[in-house]
């Protein structure tokens, strides 16, 4: 199973960027799938979750300016990212609790390599 992420880039403060996150393999089911970050110098931290139901979760700093988003049939989650401030700047990294085809009984978490968000004007 590979988690491929895209759509970082540099944008000003107050712009928008989309990240996008796909997940390939021998997939059976995948559960809830998350962005996290980890600016230089700091912890990686949780921005957002979704169940596969749909259910959201978001850190305090994000809430009311990014949405998580996911299609099921794509095994694809999103991360819109508006009013986009500085201390935004990390390298985001998706996550997905997958179970496989070969282990269906068994949900493994897979990481994407990440991808870069530097906000700065």
């Known amino acids: 199973v590979q988690l491929q992420a895209s759509g970082g880039g540099l944008e000003q403060p107050g712009g928008s960027l989309r990240l996008s996150c796909a997940a390939s393999?021998?997939?059976?089911?995948?559960?809830?799938m998350g962005w996290y970050r980890q600016a230089p110098g700091k912890q990686r931290e949780l921005v957002a979750a979704i169940t596969s139901g749909g259910t959201t979760n978001y850190a305090d700093s994000v809430k009311g300016r990014f949405t998580i988003s996911r299609d099921n049939a794509k095994n694809t989650v999103y991360l819109q990212m508006n009013s986009l401030k500085p201390e935004d700047t990390a390298v985001y990294y998706c996550n997905a609790g997958v179970h496989t085809n070969t282990r269906p009984w068994l949900e493994v978490d897979y990481w994407g390599k990440g991808t870069q968000v530097t906000v700065s004007s």
């Open positions: 393999g021998s997939i059976f089911r995948i559960n809830a």
